[in-house]
Every structure is written in C-alpha cells, then in structure tokens.
C-alpha cells in the first residue's frame, strides 16, 4: 500500500496537536501544580522514613515524576477523537470505504495526535523543570540528566517503543469505540488504566513489593515506566534488554490482536446516523 | 432537555430544577453500556487513587507523620464533597464551549428564571456517583481505623461535606465566569478542582508554607477538609490552629460559593454575545 496516504494522516493530526498553544500553556501550569504536590508528598515520605531502602531514591523519584507529567498526554487516556466523532455520527463509514489499510490509517493519525500533543509540552516542562528550576535555586526539586549517555541512548529508543506502544493501545479503544458507537466509554476505561499502570499515579517501583514483576510485565509499564527507568540508569528484572524485549512483544501480540478484534468488529458493524 | 422547557410559564424555579433533571438522567440512561463503563471507570479510577497512597503507606509507614486512619478521612471527605458538585455543576464546566462560545448563552438570559438555575439544569451527572460511593468508602474506613473519632463527627461529616461541595461549586461557578473573558473554557481551572482534590487528600502540614496559605485563605480547601478531621479525630494541630476552628472552618466553602456567585452576577451584567 501506499504509504503516503498515512503520512498524510499523521501530518494531519500533528498539525492539529501543535495547534492550540493556549492549551499547551494551559497543560504545563496543571502538570507543575499535580507534580508539586507529588513531589512534596515524597519529600514528606522520604523525610520521615529515610532508612526504609526504597528502590527509587528521592532524587530519582523526583526526576521520575517530572519526566512522568511532561508525558501525560502521551498516555493512551482513550481513543483517537476524530474515530469517536465518526462513530458517534456515522461519519466511520466513509473510513470504511478508503482504499487503505484501516488499522495502518487509524494508528498513523492515533500515533501522530499523542506525538503532537506531548512532545509540545515535554519538551517545555523539561526545560521548566530541569535547567530553569535549577538556575532559580531548586536544583535539589528539579529533574536530573540522565544517568549515563548509554541510559540516555537506551531511553531514547526505549521512549520511541512506548510512543509506538501507546499509539496501539490507542487502537484498541478506537475498535471498543467502533462497537460500542460512543467514545465515552473508552475514556472511562483507558483514563484509570493508563494512569495507574504507566505509574502516572505512583512511580511504578514504588508499589508494594509481590507486585513489582507483574507491573513490569504489563503493557502499559512500556510507555513511559520502562524508558524512564532506563533513562535513571535504575535497576529493571531482566535487564535494560529484557525491558525492551517486554515493550516489543507487546507491540506484536497486540497488533496481531487488535487486527483480528478490528476484523470481527468491522465485520458486523452496525453504523448509525444519518 | 429541551422539551422540559416550561410549557406552562407557573413552573416555580425548584419544579423546573426537577424537570430539566429528570430529562438529563433519561438521556444519560440512553446509552446504558456507555453509561455502566463510565459509572464503572469512575468507581475505580477515583479507587485507585486512594490505592496509591495506600501504597506509600506499606513501604513509608506514614505520610509526613500522619497515620492511614487520618488520610482516609481527608481523602474521603474531599472525594465525596467534589463528587456533589460534579454531579450539580456539569452545566459550568463545559459553559465556555457549549454556552458563551456558540451564542446559547443569549437564550438562556430570554428565559425569564436565573441563569444559575438554568446552567444547574443543564446536566444533572450520574457519573461522579462512583467517585461519591468510593469517598464514602474510604471516609468511613478512616473513621473506623483512626484511634480517637470524638461524637462531633456525627455532625462534622455532613458540614465539612456541604462546606466543600459549596466551595467547588464555587470553583466551577468562577470558572464559568471566567468565559465571559476569555470565551473557551481555561484548562488551568482544572488545578483547583482535580488539582485541589489531589491537594486536599494530603494533611496540610506536608506543603510549603506558601501552598498553606493559599489552600486556606485563597482557596479554602483546609477549611472545608483539614481542619474539620482535626476536629472530627480530636488531633492537635500542628501548626497550632484551636481545634474549635474546624467546627466552624467548613462555613468558608459557603463564603466562596457566594463571592464566585458575586463574580458570577458581574460577569453576565457585562456580558456582551459572541454566536450569530
């Protein structure tokens, strides 16, 4: 197939993304309000029980946080708007009929909206929070460099994984929202999962000790958990490759996966409106 | 909604509020799958919320010195208190987009009741009943597990509830007015209201002093959240604020709610329509 049609998609919805400035503003000032506070509670944690031996020091649970905020709108919090709006008003039918590959469409233009969206605002709460905050006398608050150029370069295309990754857990709501005819349901979904299992609440090392390997070893562990670890040089079962080998496979079990849901849900699709 | 608009020009305002109710929770049950994930989704995402705290707690011990007990029962109060008002006040927060952006908000102002009453109507939310029951849940927990819960909790639980539901409606109120000015809805708004719930779930004492004073005199979450548990589980305050003060704090969401309503009367008196 030809692949500009999907780079026409992504173009499309980047450029929506980096629209509206006044959001991206708007966004920075609530993430540095919710890491603040987050920030103080571990102060307070870490104060008042400093030989406890937690696997994130202070400094690195810090550091975690901010990194964590910067990329929250990379997090598959529901599905693509543009497929919700189209399911909502029947408008789907009309990607139904494009002479592409449907799942290649949906997830160039779901890839492209998360990228648009969080590479905007991480890039400038980095910038707030590492160099900035550190020149103004808050280095100790601040998000470090990463551990090592060999963490840096690990994190780098561990950070691409999870983009990708993301972007297909994306599809996996587009397809719930094809069944069941309104977005809102996958936003009920997607928003406490991706929250609580890409350690957007609570860095995921921190959680009780008999959960740890299987935080690991879920998907959503892939986005953002996994390339931070790697970026704070910390210590991750299996290894930095192992991680990686974890964000891989489950890209390919759930391309695989989704294509087939997409396959039966398209297959006895009922389109509504007008 | 629509249809609820009074055919018959005697409607009081409370019977027009129970109408115009009515017909939101009919539409919400329209979609009833779509309706049970989000019930759902919000049971647990508001869940897990607490479950990480719970978790700093297995591995820390406490929270700056504070027990589990103490935090459940500020998280619960602040989680129920928010959930009141996100039930009543859906109409604010979506007022910029789908009121002032688009001219319906010229409408509302033919329609001889108060606007207030009228964007009340606009939704009355089922979904923020999962984070209600959670609230409740966790609330509870708290009072059973905390070691000292004095009587005065029998009545504190339900003031400091309608301070705080008070005070975020207030919240959603000043937002609303603040579309007026800037016509889309501000994001930022969102701080003070999941921003204040995610602050109101921890003690005071844990913030920079800068931050406590503005969550008790700017915004008055610790009126409505802090120092009522102090109260409710007869705990000093460390800061050395009297204990009485949390019987009469939570009257500070009220004063809010009625300075955003002030804000609010300015904001429709110079309101100028932007739709066709």
Redesign the interface.
């Known amino acids: 197939m030809k692949p500009r049609a999907y780079l026409t998609a992504f173009g499309l919805q980047w450029k929506i993304g980096l629209r509206y400035r ?2 991206v503003v ?2 920075l ?2 993430q540095m ?2 890491g ?2 987050s920030l ?2 571990y102060a ?6 400093p030989d ?1 031996g ?1 696997p994130l020091t202070l400094r690195q649970a810090m550091t975690y946080t901010w990194l964590q905020q910067s990329l929250f709108t990379l997090l598959p919090l529901g599905c693509l708007p543009a497929v919700g709006d189209a399911a909502r008003t029947g408008a789907i039918i009309y990607d139904l009929l494009r002479p592409v590959d449907l799942w290649n469409w949906w997830l160039s233009a779901s890839l492209a909206r998360l990228l648009g969206n969080a590479v905007p605002r991480a890039v400038l709460l980095a910038c707030v929070a590492g160099p900035l905050a550190a020149l103004a006398g808050l280095g100790a608050w601040s998000l470090a460099p990463p551990a090592s150029p060999g963490a840096a370069l690990l994190a780098a295309a561990s950070f691409a994984l999870g983009a990708l990754l993301s972007a297909t857990i994306v599809m996996l709501w587009n397809v719930m929202t094809a069944r ?3 977005p ?2 996958s ?3 997607g ?2 999962l991706a ?2 299992l890409s350690g957007m ?2 860095p995921l090392p ?3 000790e008999w959960a740890r390997i299987v935080l690991v070893l879920q998907p959503f562990a892939g986005i953002t958990d996994i390339p931070i670890r790697l970026y704070l040089g910390a210590s991750l079962p299996g290894g930095p490759l192992g991680a990686l080998g974890v964000q891989i496979f489950w890209l390919v079990a759930m391309t695989l996966g989704g294509r087939l849901w997409m396959r039966r849900i398209i297959d006895r699709l009922e389109v509504q409106g007008a | 909604m629509h249809n609820a608009k009074s055919r018959n020009a005697s409607v009081s305002g409370l019977a027009l509020y129970r109408r115009m109710a009515w017909a939101s929770i009919v539409a919400q049950l329209r979609y009833p799958g779509t309706f049970f994930l989000q019930m759902t989704g919000n049971f647990v995402t508001t869940l897990l919320g607490f479950f990480g705290i719970w978790s700093l707690f297995q591995r820390f011990g406490s929270i700056g010195g504070w027990d589990l007990g103490a935090v459940a029962v500020l998280y619960g109060l602040v989680n129920v208190a928010f959930s009141v008002s996100e039930t009543l006040g859906r109409g604010f927060e979506v007022f910029g987009g789908e009121y002032v952006r688009t001219g319906q908000f010229d409408r509302l102002l033919l329609r001889p009741r108060p606007t207030l009453l009228l964007l009340l109507g606009h939704e009355l939310r089922l979904r923020p009943i999962g984070r209600f029951l959670q609230g409740a849940f966790v609330l509870g927990a708290g009072l059973w597990l905390a070691p000292h819960v004095s009587w005065s909790a029998v009545w504190l639980v339900p003031w400091a509830i309608t301070g705080g539901a008070a005070m975020f409606l207030g919240v959603l109120i000043g937002q609303a007015a603040l579309c007026f000015k800037t016509v889309e809805g501000l994001e930022v708004v969102n701080v003070l209201t999941y921003g204040g719930v995610e602050a109101g779930q921890y003690p005071l004492t844990m913030f920079s002093r800068w931050l406590r004073r503005f969550l008790t005199w700017g915004l008055p979450l610790a009126g409505v959240c802090y120092y009522p548990a102090l109260a409710m589980l007869a705990h000093p305050d460390p800061l050395g604020m009297p204990l009485a003060f949390g019987m009469v704090s939570p009257a500070m969401g009220f004063v809010f709610l009625g300075l955003m309503i002030w804000v609010w009367r300015k904001g429709v008196a110079s309101y100028v329509s932007s739709g066709s």
Not at chain 1, 44 to 49: D, E, K, Q, S, T
């Open positions: 006044i959001a708007a966004g000032v609530a309000w919710f603040a506070i103080m509670a307070a944690v870490y104060h008042h029980a406890v937690a069941t005819l309104s809102l349901g936003y009920a979904i928003t406490p929250v609580l609440l609570l921190l959680y009780p």
